[in-house]
C-alpha cells in the first residue's frame, strides 16, 4: 500500500496534515531548495506535539560538497527525534563518498537517500546505500520551477527505480512537484509513498500555508489500508468509494463511461522469431475501457479514470525489454488495466504493422468478475451504522 507523505513548516501545518489522513509528516523548508532543513530546535518541537501519532521524517539538505558536512546535518536532524532523515546526493563521486559516509549514523537512524530526476540520477547509488544500512531511497527534483518529476523521468525509469529499491530491500519514496493528475499514473508502480508539499498548499505554492482542502484532494486519491472489508465513515462523501469500485449504484443499471487510447503506435521489441530479435518494431495499441461511471458530477480528479494510466502502462511493459509474444503482451496490458477497481472491462487490440504489407495482431476482451453481493453487504452495513446514501 503506497503511503502519503505530506511536508510542513511548523506546528500548526502539522496538524492540518495529520487531520487531514497524511500517513507521514514530514518536515522541510521549502524557501531552502528541495531538502531544505527546519532549525532542529523547530523540528523537535513539531516532533513532541506529533508524540508518535504519525511518522516524522525531515530533510536535512542535499549534495554537500563535504561528507563531513551531511554528516553533522543528518545528526542534528535524528537528534530532533525524528523517525526518518532523508538527505539528497548528487550523482558523482562526492555523492557515492557521502552515502559511506553516512553508514555509522544509519546503524541507527533510518536514513532516506535521496537522488534527482532532473541531475541525471545514478541509479547504481541504491545499491551503495543498501550496502551502508540506509532504510529507503527516494527521487525527487532539485529545482521545483523546472518540471514536475514525470517531466524529467518516464514511467519506465520510475517503475525500473522502484525495482531495484524493492530488489535490495529499501523503501522506496517519489516525489516532485507532484499534481493530482500523477497520482493514478503513479499508483500502480506500488511504490512505498508519494510525497507532496506545492500540491497541499494554496494556489498550489509551496511556500504558501497549507490548504485542508489540497490535502483532502491527495488524500482521497490515494487508497488507505483498512482492516477487513473496507470502512466508510459516516462523514465520508460516498463518490470516492464508488469511483474506487466499494459501492455499487445498485437502484439502477451500473452506468460506464468509456475511456479509450487508439492509433497509439510504439516502437517496441517483440516477436518469437530469431530475425525479430534485437530489432524494434512498430506496433499499434488500441484500448477501450469502461470503467464505472460516478454518480457525483464534477470536475474533479477524484471522478475519473485516466487515459493516461492505459498510455503508462503499455510504456512500462515495453520498457520491461523483449516480449516473445503479442498474445502475452495483450493479456498483461488487459490485467494491468484491471487492476484498477473502478474499471469493468477492457478490450485490448495490438497490430504488428512491419512484418507484412498489411497488419497481424490480436484482440482480445476481460471483464471484471461481479462482486455485487460483497458490495451490497458494506452498503447495507454502513445504512444499518446510520449513514445515508448519496444519490
Known amino acids: 500500500m503506497t503511503l502519503m507523505l505530506a511536508s510542513v513548516t511548523d506546528p500548526a501545518e502539522a496538524e492540518a496534515v495529520w487531520a487531514g489522513g497524511a500517513d507521514i509528516?514530514?518536515?522541510?523548508d521549502p524557501a531552502n531548495g528541495a531538502l531544505g532543513a527546519l532549525d532542529p530546535a523547530l523540528a523537535a518541537t513539531i516532533v513532541r506535539q506529533v508524540a508518535k501519532r504519525k511518522p516524522v521524517s525531515a530533510a536535512a539538505g542535499a549534495l554537500f560538497a563535504d561528507p563531513d558536512a551531511g554528516v553533522e546535518a543528518v545528526a542534528k536532524m535524528a537528534a530532533a527525534?525524528?523517525?526518518?532523515?532523508?538527505?539528497?546526493?548528487?550523482?558523482?563521486?562526492?555523492?557515492a563518498d557521502g552515502v559511506r559516509a553516512l553508514a555509522p549514523?544509519?546503524?541507527?537512524?533510518?536514513?532516506?537517500?535521496?537522488?534527482?530526476?532532473?541531475?541525471?540520477?545514478?541509479?547504481?547509488?541504491?545499491?551503495?546505500?543498501?550496502?551502508?544500512?540506509f532504510a529507503g531511497a527516494m527521487l525527487d527534483t532539485a529545482a521545483k520551477n523546472a518540471g514536475?518529476?514525470?517531466?524529467?523521468?518516464?514511467?519506465?525509469?520510475?517503475?525500473?527505480?522502484?525495482?531495484?529499491?524493492?530488489?535490495?530491500?529499501?523503501?522506496?519514496?517519489?516525489?516532485?512537484?507532484?499534481e493530482p493528475p500523477d497520482i493514478p499514473r503513479l499508483l500502480p508502480m506500488r511504490p512505498g509513498y508519494l510525497g507532496f508539499r506545492g500540491s497541499l498548499?494554496?494556489?498550489?505554492?509551496?511556500?504558501?500555508?497549507?490548504?485542508?482542502?489540497?490535502?483532502?484532494?491527495?488524500?482521497?486519491?490515494?487508497?488507505?489500508?483498512?482492516?477487513g472489508r473496507a470502512a466508510v465513515d459516516a462523514g465520508a462523501d460516498l463518490r470516492f468509494f464508488f469511483g474506487r469500485g466499494y459501492i455499487a449504484a445498485n437502484e439502477r443499471a451500473i452506468e460506464t463511461d468509456r475511456v479509450f487510447v487508439h492509433d497509439l503506435i510504439m516502437p517496441c521489441f517483440i516477436g518469437a522469431y530469431d530475425y525479430e530479435r534485437g530489432m524494434k518494431q512498430n506496433v499499434r495499441?488500441?484500448?477501450?475501457?469502461?470503467?464505472?461511471?460516478?454518480?457525483?458530477?464534477?470536475?474533479?480528479?477524484?471522478?475519473?479514470?485516466?487515459?493516461?494510466?492505459?498510455?503508462?502502462?503499455?510504456?512500462?511493459?515495453?520498457?520491461?525489454?523483449?516480449?516473445?509474444l503479442v498474445e502475452t503482451l495483450a493479456r498483461e496490458l488487459a490485467d494491468s488495466v484491471l487492476r484498477h477497481p473502478e474499471v469493468v472491462r477492457v478490450c485490448v487490440?495490438?497490430?504488428?504493422?512491419d512484418i507484412i504489407p498489411g497488419r497481424v495482431g490480436v484482440e482480445i476482451r476481460r471483464e471484471r468478475a461481479s462482486e455485487a453481493a460483497a458490495v451490497d453487504q458494506l452498503a447495507t452495513g454502513f445504512a444499518s451504522a446510520?449513514?445515508?446514501?448519496s444519490h
Open 349 to 353: 487490440r495490438i497490430e504488428k504493422l
Open 81 to 95: 527525534g525524528c523517525d526518518y532523515v532523508k538527505i539528497g546526493f548528487s550523482s558523482d563521486q562526492t555523492g
Open 285 to 324: 495499441f488500441n484500448v477501450d475501457v469502461d470503467v464505472r461511471r460516478s454518480n457525483h458530477h464534477s470536475d474533479d480528479m477524484r471522478d475519473i479514470f485516466s487515459y493516461d494510466v492505459v498510455i503508462d502502462a503499455i510504456k512500462i511493459l515495453l520498457g520491461q525489454g523483449h516480449v516473445e
Open 148 to 178: 514536475r518529476l514525470l517531466d524529467h523521468m518516464d514511467v519506465a525509469a520510475l517503475n525500473g527505480f522502484i525495482g531495484r529499491c524493492n530488489a535490495h530491500g529499501l523503501a522506496s519514496g517519489l516525489a516532485g512537484s507532484l
Open 386 to 389: 446510520g449513514g445515508k446514501r
Open 105 to 133: 549514523i544509519a546503524a541507527r537512524t533510518k536514513l532516506v537517500g535521496v537522488l534527482f530526476a532532473d541531475k541525471t540520477p545514478d541509479l547504481e547509488l541504491v545499491a551503495l546505500m543498501a550496502a551502508q544500512g
Open 201 to 227: 498548499c494554496q494556489g498550489r505554492t509551496r511556500e504558501a500555508a497549507i490548504d485542508a482542502g489540497a490535502v483532502r484532494m491527495i488524500r482521497d486519491l490515494i487508497p488507505q489500508a483498512q482492516s
Open 25 to 28: 509528516i514530514d518536515l522541510k
